[in-house]
Protein backbone atom coordinates (compact mmCIF):
# COMPACT_ATOMS: atom_id res chain seq x y z
CA UNK A 1 0.00 0.00 0.00
CA UNK A 2 1.57 3.46 -1.19
CA UNK A 3 1.49 6.05 1.68
CA UNK A 4 0.60 9.95 1.30
CA UNK A 5 3.36 12.55 1.00
CA UNK A 6 3.58 15.91 2.64
CA UNK A 7 4.66 18.50 0.01
CA UNK A 8 3.71 21.69 0.76
CA UNK A 9 1.69 23.95 3.01
CA UNK A 10 -1.71 24.87 2.41
CA UNK A 11 -1.28 28.32 1.54
CA UNK A 12 2.07 27.88 -0.54
CA UNK A 13 0.71 27.02 -3.76
CA UNK A 14 -1.05 30.31 -5.00
CA UNK A 15 -4.77 29.86 -6.25
CA UNK A 16 -4.55 28.73 -9.73
CA UNK A 17 -1.53 27.46 -10.30
CA UNK A 18 0.86 24.64 -9.82
CA UNK A 19 3.70 24.00 -8.51
CA UNK A 20 5.97 20.32 -9.00
CA UNK A 21 7.58 17.98 -6.32
CA UNK A 22 9.05 14.72 -5.51
CA UNK A 23 6.93 12.04 -4.37
CA UNK A 24 8.56 8.49 -4.63
CA UNK A 25 10.26 8.27 -7.97
CA UNK A 26 8.17 10.92 -9.53
CA UNK A 27 8.18 14.62 -10.06
CA UNK A 28 4.63 15.60 -9.56
CA UNK A 29 2.58 18.48 -10.49
CA UNK A 30 0.11 19.68 -7.35
CA UNK A 31 -2.28 22.52 -8.65
CA UNK A 32 -4.33 24.73 -5.92
CA UNK A 33 -7.87 25.10 -8.11
CA UNK A 34 -9.01 27.04 -5.02
CA UNK A 35 -11.70 26.35 -1.89
CA UNK A 36 -8.87 24.01 -0.38
CA UNK A 37 -9.12 22.06 -3.85
CA UNK A 38 -6.03 20.10 -5.23
CA UNK A 39 -4.87 18.09 -7.83
CA UNK A 40 -2.00 16.25 -8.46
CA UNK A 41 -0.96 14.67 -12.21
CA UNK A 42 2.42 13.59 -13.71
CA UNK A 43 4.97 16.70 -13.77
CA UNK A 44 6.15 16.20 -16.94
CA UNK A 45 4.49 16.44 -20.26
CA UNK A 46 4.35 13.48 -22.49
CA UNK A 47 4.97 14.82 -25.32
CA UNK A 48 8.69 16.63 -24.66
CA UNK A 49 9.17 16.19 -20.77
CA UNK A 50 8.18 20.02 -19.76
CA UNK A 51 6.99 21.05 -16.61
CA UNK A 52 3.35 20.73 -16.39
CA UNK A 53 3.44 22.89 -12.89
CA UNK A 54 4.61 25.67 -14.87
CA UNK A 55 1.70 25.76 -17.26
CA UNK A 56 -1.37 28.17 -17.77
CA UNK A 57 -4.13 26.84 -15.49
CA UNK A 58 -7.84 27.63 -16.31
CA UNK A 59 -10.85 25.88 -15.17
CA UNK A 60 -9.28 22.32 -14.71
CA UNK A 61 -7.26 22.49 -17.51
CA UNK A 62 -3.59 23.16 -17.36
CA UNK A 63 -1.62 23.86 -21.21
CA UNK A 64 2.13 23.01 -21.08
CA UNK A 65 4.42 25.73 -21.75
CA UNK A 66 6.30 24.27 -24.38
CA UNK A 67 4.21 23.40 -27.17
CA UNK A 68 0.34 23.98 -25.66
CA UNK A 69 -0.93 20.26 -24.93
CA UNK A 70 -3.62 20.62 -22.65
CA UNK A 71 -4.22 18.39 -19.97
CA UNK A 72 -7.44 17.91 -17.62
CA UNK A 73 -5.90 17.98 -13.59
CA UNK A 74 -8.56 15.95 -12.63
CA UNK A 75 -8.14 13.01 -14.46
CA UNK A 76 -4.96 13.48 -16.37
CA UNK A 77 -6.67 13.55 -19.86
CA UNK A 78 -5.20 15.00 -22.90
CA UNK A 79 -7.88 17.57 -23.82
CA UNK A 80 -7.01 16.81 -27.86
CA UNK A 81 -7.60 12.82 -27.86
CA UNK A 82 -8.79 11.19 -24.83
CA UNK A 83 -7.30 8.02 -25.10
CA UNK A 84 -3.73 9.68 -24.02
CA UNK A 85 -3.47 10.08 -20.36
CA UNK A 86 -1.01 11.08 -17.65
CA UNK A 87 -0.61 9.60 -14.45
CA UNK A 88 -3.04 11.04 -11.74
CA UNK A 89 -2.06 11.15 -7.67
CA UNK A 90 -4.72 10.99 -4.87
CA UNK A 91 -4.40 14.55 -2.87
CA UNK A 92 -5.52 15.18 0.66
CA UNK A 93 -5.11 18.14 2.76
CA UNK A 94 -4.41 17.14 6.45
CA UNK A 95 -4.44 19.64 9.24
CA UNK A 96 -2.28 22.65 7.26
CA UNK A 97 -0.19 20.03 5.06
CA UNK A 98 -1.15 19.09 1.54
CA UNK A 99 0.04 15.45 1.08
CA UNK A 100 0.00 13.55 -2.08
CA UNK A 101 -0.44 9.35 -2.34
CA UNK A 102 3.21 7.54 -3.75
CA UNK A 103 2.60 5.35 -6.26
Same mark, same amino acid.
Given at each position: MSEFVTVAKV? &??PEGTGAAF???EKLVAVFNM???QYHAINDLCPHMGASLADGFVEGDVVTCPWH &???FRVTDGTWCDNPRIKTDVFEVRVQGDEIQVRAK
Open positions: G &AIPVGGQG &AWR
